[in-house]
């Protein structure tokens, strides 16, 4: 008499099915997921927020201040002095928005700005005194760049 056996396991067709299926599955989650792209853009909203509270301090300034804009800004674009920087040379003075944090607690700082006294972000005036504001280091070959 013959015993009546099952066999017990999966064939080889059936785990590369399964691994195949796990490999594509894998590879879409991680599509999904794109770390640097995600945070990449997260930096590049922040940046966006920030140019615009500096815009929004500028222009709150010149209301308060008869229309003159802060005389430190000049018609070219000029990276700004961070608030409490050791020495603003060759950088814009916007201290006047900080000073008894009226307009600004301090100016805001670009998530990878490189230069010790400087925000990161550029600030300019056209010939009829309207204020342009830029992050250069925008990423992901973005322009941030408000003007009013």
Same mark, same amino acid.
């Given at each position: 008499?013959?015993?009546?056996?099952?066999?017990?396991?999966?064939?080889?067709?059936? %785990?590369?099915?399964?691994?195949?299926?796990?490999?594509?599955?894998?590879?879409?989650?991680?599509?999904?997921?794109?770390?640097?792209?995600?945070?990449?853009?997260?930096?590049?909203?922040?940046?966006?927020?920030?140019?615009?509270?500096?815009?929004?301090?500028?222009?709150?300034?010149?209301?308060?201040?008869?229309?003159?804009?802060?005389?430190?800004?000049?018609?070219?674009?000029?990276?700004?002095?961070?608030?409490?920087?050791?020495?603003?040379?060759?950088?814009?003075?916007?201290?006047?928005?900080?000073?008894?944090?009226?307009?600004? %607690?301090?100016?805001? %700082?670009?998530?990878?700005?490189?230069?010790?006294?400087?925000?990161?972000?550029?600030?300019?005036?056209?010939?009829?005194?309207?204020?342009?504001?830029?992050?250069?280091?925008?990423?992901?070959?973005?322009?941030?760049? %408000?003007?009013?």
């Amino acid at each position: 008499m013959r015993k009546n056996q099952k066999n017990k396991g999966f064939t080889l067709l059936e %785990v590369l099915l399964v691994v195949a299926i796990i490999t594509i599955l894998a590879g879409i989650v991680i599509l999904a997921l794109n770390i640097g792209k995600q945070l990449s853009a997260t930096r590049n909203a922040e940046r966006m927020m920030e140019v615009n509270a500096i815009l929004n301090a500028t222009y709150q300034y010149s209301l308060d201040n008869d229309g003159n804009i802060p005389a430190t800004i000049t018609a070219t674009p000029t990276e700004i002095c961070k608030t409490g920087a050791t020495s603003c040379s060759g950088l814009i003075d916007l201290s006047v928005l900080t000073a008894n944090e009226e307009y600004l %607690v301090s100016l805001p %700082v670009d998530p990878r700005a490189t230069n010790v006294n400087g925000t990161g972000y550029t600030i300019a005036k056209t010939a009829y005194d309207r204020i342009i504001v830029a992050a250069p280091n925008a990423e992901r070959e973005t322009t941030i760049s %408000v003007i009013r």
